[in-house]
Nanobody, 118 residues
């Protein structure tokens, strides 16, 4: 599966951005589609993910500010980011992975930079 992201950029604190990711093939309900982020020198961390049935989970620091949306027919997962903070600055990666198998299929996009200025 190839994942192509778009929508990163530079925004002032308090602003909004939308990240989009499209998969090269349809993603089944047995897979999460989600977003991770990574700051140089740190581990990649989960931001938000959603099951094929629409159940979403969020990292604590983004709850109430970010919304993840998945469209199975369009093969897309979007991340709507509001009230952005400088600490949200990172490279954001789209991810698809099997839900039931920890060592199962796991795909990554190329990453898109989000920079929030204070």
């Amino acid at each position: 599966v190839e994942l192509v992201e778009s929508g990163g950029g530079v925004v002032q604190a308090g602003g909004s951005l939308r990240l989009s990711c499209v998969a090269s093939r349809r993603i089944g309900v047995g897979y999460y589609m989600g977003w991770y982020r990574q700051v140089a020198g740190n581990q990649r961390e989960l931001v938000a993910r959603v099951t094929g049935a629409g159940t979403a989970e969020y990292e604590d620091s983004v709850k109430g500010r970010f919304t993840i949306s998945r469209d199975n027919a369009k093969r897309t997962v979007d991340l709507y980011m509001d009230s952005l903070k400088p600490e949200d600055t990172a490279v954001y990666y789209c991810n698809v992975r099997e839900i039931l198998l920890a060592a199962g299929e796991n795909y990554w996009g190329q990453g898109t930079q989000v920079t929030v200025s204070s």
